[in-house]
T-cell receptor
């Protein structure tokens, strides 16, 4: 079946530090890949996406590149802010499937001032 | 432009009672998904519905859980005879259903507590 493996947290960084959250996947078909962010007490917000190999998704300074050869979609940001503190979820959906999202377990990020 | 609406935001039920969770998709969206998030875990798919049809319920527990998306009105996730293990956050997501469009937009969730 399909699965997503995320770097375990929690991750604590100082403001302006570089962020990487690792994400690898296995999929029965050709997946589209997503990063979602969840702020405390809220639902998930789509952060960025990539639908084919070598695509780079980007938003709000975050980036992730769809690497088919390594089945990875690592999230990066060059300089984090306190407001980036949240839980980050990597997810996939497979073309032709019922479109359900398969999520990783989430990575808690805390950014200290 | 309202997003996905869920109510109630918080629901407390005693063991054995019924819980009814409501979800109104974004305007123009005809596909609804329900996910459950247990404490300290990621989201797990439960069911995928279109208007008046259940498309995929492979993630639904076999007993006590049901879902519907009627022609008019919100989608309902119903849990009968709740148990403590049903305590979780339940999220609804919607999508327009266009071919090749896989983005889902999430509501704020309903946090169910079973006492």
């Amino acid at each position: 079946g399909d699965s997503v493996t995320q770097m375990e947290g929690p991750v604590t960084l100082s403001e302006e530090a570089f962020l990487t959250i690792n994400c690898t996947y296995t999929a029965t078909g050709y997946p589209s890949l997503f990063w979602y962010v969840q702020y405390p007490g809220e639902g998930l917000q789509l952060l960025l996406k990539a639908t084919k190999a070598d695509d780079k998704g980007s938003n709000k300074g975050f980036e992730a590149t769809y690497r088919k050869e390594t089945t990875s979609f690592h999230l990066e940001k060059g300089s984090v802010q306190v407001s980036d503190s949240a839980v980050y979820f990597c997810a996939l959906t497979v073309s032709g499937s019922a479109r359900q999202l398969t999520f990783g377990s989430g990575t808690q990020l805390t950014v200290l001032p | 432009n309202a997003g996905v609406m869920q109510n109630p935001r918080h629901l407390v039920r005693r063991r054995g009672q019924e819980a009814r969770l409501r979800c109104s998709p974004m305007k123009g969206h005809s596909h609804v998904y329900w996910y459950r998030q247990l404490p300290e875990e990621g989201l797990k798919f439960m069911v995928y519905l279109q208007k008046e049809n259940i498309i995929d319920e492979s993630g639904m527990p076999k007993e006590r859980f049901s879902a519907e998306f009627p022609k008019e009105g919100p989608s309902i996730l119903r849990i009968q005879q709740v148990v403590r293990g049903d305590s979780a956050a339940y999220f609804c997501a919607s999508s327009p259903g266009d071919p090749g469009s896989y983005e889902q937009y999430f509501g704020p969730g309903t946090r169910l507590t079973v006492t």
